[in-house]
């Protein structure tokens, strides 16, 4: 297996909406970094980046439904964060209604939605695409 940056393709746009991700600001054509696992060009998982001035977003980590639980997760997101702290990331933000556990597992701090970052708070996903309900999270790179 390999995870490598990749194109935002239908592929990866179709893992994320099964995963019941937002991708609407995407289809419209958003900019964002994708990282993708694949094996032998099959798509096992995805995770996307925007960034800013060193404050990052993290958005729309999906795994393959029969491989969730094994750790692909896992390796995407400590991908993503090497990745993004190459390109000048310092902090990197989430949002989430069902993964805080999760990212909690990985060092990821609940921190209160006023406290987002401008870049953050200004987001498609943070101000239109996420429910006020969803939990503001953040990790120091």
Same mark, same amino acid.
């Given at each position: 297996?390999?995870?490598?940056?990749?194109?935002?393709?239908?592929?990866?746009?179709?893992?994320?909406?099964?995963?019941?991700?937002?991708?609407?600001?995407?289809?419209?054509?958003?900019?964002?970094?994708? %990282?993708?696992?694949? #094996?032998?060009? !099959? @798509?096992?998982?995805?995770?996307?980046?925007?960034?800013? =001035?060193? *404050?990052? $977003? &993290?958005?729309?980590?999906?795994?393959?439904?029969?491989?969730?639980?094994?750790? %692909?997760?896992?390796? #995407?997101?400590? !991908? @993503?964060?090497?990745?993004?702290?190459?390109?000048?990331? =310092?902090? *990197?933000? $989430? &949002?989430?209604?069902?993964?805080?556990?999760?990212?909690?597992?990985?060092?990821?701090?609940?921190?209160?939605?006023?406290?987002?970052?401008?870049?953050?708070?200004?987001?498609?996903?943070?101000?239109?695409?996420?429910?006020?309900?969803?939990?503001?999270?953040?990790?120091?790179?």
């Amino acid at each position: 297996m390999r995870v490598m940056e990749t194109a935002l393709s239908a592929d990866v746009l179709a893992l994320m909406e099964a995963s019941g991700l937002p991708t609407k600001d995407l289809r419209a054509g958003r900019p964002i970094t994708c %990282l993708a696992a694949s #094996l032998n060009g !099959e @798509l096992l998982g995805c995770v996307g980046y925007e960034s800013s =001035r060193g *404050v990052v $977003l &993290l958005r729309s980590l999906a795994i393959q439904p029969m491989l969730q639980g094994r750790g %692909l997760g896992r390796q #995407l997101v400590v !991908e @993503l964060e090497r990745h993004a702290k190459a390109a000048g990331g =310092r902090t *990197v933000f $989430l &949002l989430t209604t069902t993964a805080a556990p999760f990212f909690e597992q990985l060092g990821y701090e609940r921190v209160a939605r006023d406290a987002a970052p401008g870049f953050i708070a200004a987001s498609t996903q943070f101000s239109e695409l996420c429910p006020g309900s969803a939990q503001l999270m953040m990790r120091r790179l």
